[in-house]
């Protein structure tokens, strides 16, 4: 049972990614997945959720209207579509479950909610 993200690399300012997270051992259709990055404190900080139910997302304040979460239950994968990327954007970015199938309505709250993480992937925002 885990989660592998990819698709992290260097970006220029403006630039765009595209981040995937797979499940294995798990199906994803009963599950939320969230993205979050390492940031400079002591928990990851949420970014982006989509819930089972694929219309109910959530995002950071930080990234809406740039980045754009989205599932594909038949590749067992979860997408972070990342555009105009900022220098600031550059983390180590991690993907991770939670169970319950619902995101927190707030990425304040997302953290609390995982309980499976994935291996990260650098992403680094450089002219």
């Known amino acids: 049972v885990q989660l592998q993200a990819s698709g992290g690399g260097l970006v220029q300012p403006g630039g765009s990614l595209k981040l995937s997270c797979k499940a294995s051992?798990?199906?994803?259709?009963?599950?939320?997945i969230g993205w979050f990055r390492q940031a400079s404190g002591p928990e990851r900080k949420g970014i982006a959720c989509v819930s089972k139910v694929v219309t109910r997302v959530t995002y950071d304040d930080s990234v809406k209207g740039r980045f754009t979460i989205s599932r594909d239950d038949a590749e067992n994968t979860v997408y972070l579509q990342m555009t105009n990327l900022q220098p600031q954007d550059t983390d180590v970015y991690y993907c991770a479950r939670d169970r319950s199938g619902y995101c927190a309505s707030s990425a304040r709250y997302l953290y609390w909610g995982m309980d499976l993480w994935g291996s990260g992937t650098q992403v680094t925002v450089s002219s």
């Open positions: 051992g798990f199906t994803l259709n009963d599950v939320a």
